[in-house]
């Protein structure tokens, strides 16, 4: 499995920008497709999860309203486009994939996102400028 992220960068105060995430060596309909950020001393955060199989798209409170994750089976792509910036979305994003089997969809996320379990790709760095 490898997954590469490209699009990050520094954006004003309320710009736009879109990640994307290309994927290889699995089935999108077998994995959960995820974003995750993590800012500079702060713990890693669940942003979008994603289960094509299970029609189910989640996205945390933080971004609501403001970032869409989609996943494009045919190009192997998953993207989060993200609009509104603020400064406090300053992070490096991750893409991330995991067995479907190995977590459950509620309502608060992909609840048992196992990080030694999952694939993760190096990181894209959003820098928002005030």
């Known amino acids: 499995v490898q997954l590469v992220e490209s699009g990050g960068g520094v954006v004003q105060n309320g710009g736009s920008l879109r990640l994307s995430c290309a994927t290889s060596?699995?089935?999108?309909?077998?994995?959960?497709l995820g974003w995750f950020r993590q800012a500079p001393g702060k713990e890693r955060e669940e942003i979008s999860c994603?289960?094509?199989?299970?029609?189910?798209?989640y996205h945390s409170a933080s971004v609501k309203g403001r970032f869409t994750a989609s996943a494009d089976s045919d190009k192997k792509t998953v993207y989060l486009q993200m609009n509104e910036l603020k400064p406090e979305d300053t992070a490096t994003y991750y893409c991330?994939?995991?067995?479907?089997?190995?977590?459950?969809?509620?309502?608060?996320?992909?609840?048992?996102?196992?990080?030694?379990?999952?694939?993760w790709g190096r990181g894209a760095l959003v820098t928002v400028s005030s």
């Open positions: 991330s994939v995991i067995s479907r089997i190995l977590v459950d969809f509620e309502e608060s996320g992909c609840v048992g996102w196992n990080e030694n379990m999952a694939y």
């Open positions: 060596g699995f089935r999108f309909d077998d994995y959960a």
């Open positions: 994603i289960s094509e199989e299970d029609k189910y798209t």
